[in-house]
């Protein structure tokens, strides 16, 4: 995509790469950069094509990290130390974290999944955990081929009749639940979660299950309301749908969306210090990201990037800043 720019990433260890968007901010190869943002590009319309039947747009760009090394395991949350890729909550957008030490195929399915809590989050109105979780795992299987966005989804029922996790009970999880808590109850959790979401989109309660989605586009809605059935029968079909249908596969492509040309520049260290510090300052580390900003060298300080970080991490080490939050994980 940008061979000419080759030269350049001899000389500098950090790198920015642009599209329509996202803004990819990477300590990693050119090679690696580059099919990482154009599989974004591909995929960010696919939840809104699917969901909705359209797209959804990005009024700003979204900011990704892509970090090659110890830079990935000094700012992964301790809790999900075996993760491949997070999203960190900021003021008014979402930073997504990947590692660039893994494959890029890996990393792209981590993207996946938490780019579908991006657009979880920003288009359904206090969204229900199972449905925000189900959603990432049904779309984290997408692949990218030739031009597509092919859909698999794939699951088996040999482990859902083993689940002790009823209905009542799923719907009720929230990330204060011991069932989310605990890693193996977490593990039901989200199998059962996806199983939900692939039944809800792949039965006859596909449109009682779109209802329910535009439902929560302008307000909190419950299930039950738009199912029309008791949850004794909804889970008779359930286990019904997946006992005649043993292993269900099914594939759906979509164009993917392919993005204007990107451009490329050179990041200091500075800088890319500062954005690194900007993750641990919105996770609440503040003591972390005062760290990161101190080892940074005096000459290193004077971009408007930096300066900018600056005083929004003194705003909010003196109180007044936002915290929305800690940060998301598959």
């Given at each position: 995509?940008?061979s000419?720019?080759?030269?350049?990433?001899?000389?500098?260890?950090?790198?920015?790469?642009?599209?329509?968007h996202?803004?990819?901010?990477?300590?990693?190869?050119?090679?690696?950069?580059?099919?990482?943002?154009?599989?974004?590009?591909?995929?960010?319309?696919?939840?809104?094509?699917?969901?909705?039947?359209?797209?959804?747009?990005?009024?700003?760009?979204?900011?990704?990290?892509?970090?090659?090394?110890?830079?990935?395991?000094?700012?992964?949350?301790?809790?999900?130390?075996?993760?491949?890729?997070?999203?960190?909550?900021?003021?008014?957008?979402?930073?997504?974290?990947?590692?660039?030490?893994?494959?890029?195929?890996?990393?792209?399915?981590?993207?996946?999944?938490?780019?579908?809590?991006?657009?979880?989050?920003?288009?359904?109105?206090?969204?229900?955990?199972?449905?925000?979780?189900?959603?990432?795992?049904?779309?984290?299987?997408?692949?990218?081929?030739?031009?597509?966005?092919?859909?698999r989804?794939?699951?088996?029922?040999?482990?859902?009749?083993?689940?002790?996790?009823?209905?009542s009970?799923?719907?009720?999880?929230?990330?204060?639940?011991?069932?989310?808590r605990?890693?193996?109850?977490?593990?039901?959790?989200?199998?059962?979660?996806?199983?939900?979401?692939?039944?809800?989109?792949?039965?006859?309660?596909?449109?009682?299950?779109?209802?329910?989605?535009?439902?929560?586009?302008?307000?909190?809605?419950?299930l039950q309301?738009?199912?029309?059935?008791?949850?004794?029968?909804?889970?008779?079909?359930?286990?019904?749908?997946?006992?005649?249908?043993?292993?269900?596969?099914?594939?759906?492509?979509?164009?993917?969306?392919?993005?204007?040309?990107?451009?490329?520049?050179?990041?200091?260290?500075?800088?890319?210090?500062?954005f690194?510090?900007?993750?641990?300052?919105?996770?609440?580390?503040?003591?972390?990201?005062?760290r990161?900003?101190?080892?940074?060298?005096?000459?290193?300080?004077?971009s408007?990037v930096?300066?900018?970080?600056?005083?929004?991490?003194?705003?909010?080490?003196?109180?007044?800043?936002?915290?929305?939050?800690?940060?998301?994980?598959?």
């Open positions: 995509m940008m000419h720019m080759a030269g350049l990433l001899l000389m500098v260890s950090w790198i920015q790469l642009s599209s329509d996202f803004t990819v901010i990477s300590n990693s190869s050119q090679d690696q950069v580059e099919a990482v943002i154009e599989s974004l590009e591909a995929f960010h319309a696919i939840p809104g094509l699917v969901l909705f039947g359209q797209a959804e747009p990005e009024h700003t760009p979204i900011r990704v990290l892509l970090l090659k090394g110890k830079y990935f395991d000094q700012i992964v949350p301790y809790s999900r130390r075996d993760a491949t890729g997070f999203l960190q909550p900021a003021q008014d957008h979402d930073i997504l974290v990947l590692s660039g030490s893994e494959p890029s195929r890996i990393s792209v399915h981590a993207a996946y999944h938490e780019l579908t809590h991006h657009f979880v989050e920003r288009n359904l109105k206090q969204p229900p955990l199972w449905l925000s979780e189900g959603l990432a795992e049904y779309f984290e299987d997408t692949e990218f081929k030739t031009g597509r966005m092919i859909l989804s794939s699951i088996t029922d040999r482990r859902l009749p083993s689940i002790e996790l009823s209905f009970e799923l719907f009720k999880v929230t990330k204060n639940s011991l069932t989310y605990n890693a193996k109850s977490a593990e039901a959790f989200y199998l059962k979660s996806h199983a939900t979401v692939h039944f809800l989109l792949h039965s006859s309660y596909k449109e009682k299950f779109k209802r329910y989605i535009a439902a929560l586009r302008t307000g909190p809605a419950d309301a738009f199912l029309g059935v008791s949850l004794s029968r909804f889970g008779r079909d359930f286990f019904e749908h997946f006992r005649t249908c043993g292993e269900s596969k099914e594939s759906h492509a979509y164009d993917a969306f392919t993005g204007s040309a990107s451009t490329m520049d050179s990041v200091s260290e500075g800088d890319a210090e500062a690194l510090a900007e993750i641990l300052m919105w996770r609440g580390d503040l003591a972390g990201a005062r990161r900003i101190e080892m940074v060298d005096s000459w290193e300080r004077n408007a930096f300066a900018n970080f600056l005083k929004l991490f003194s705003r909010t080490e003196a109180g007044s800043g936002t915290q929305p939050g800690q940060a998301t994980a598959p």
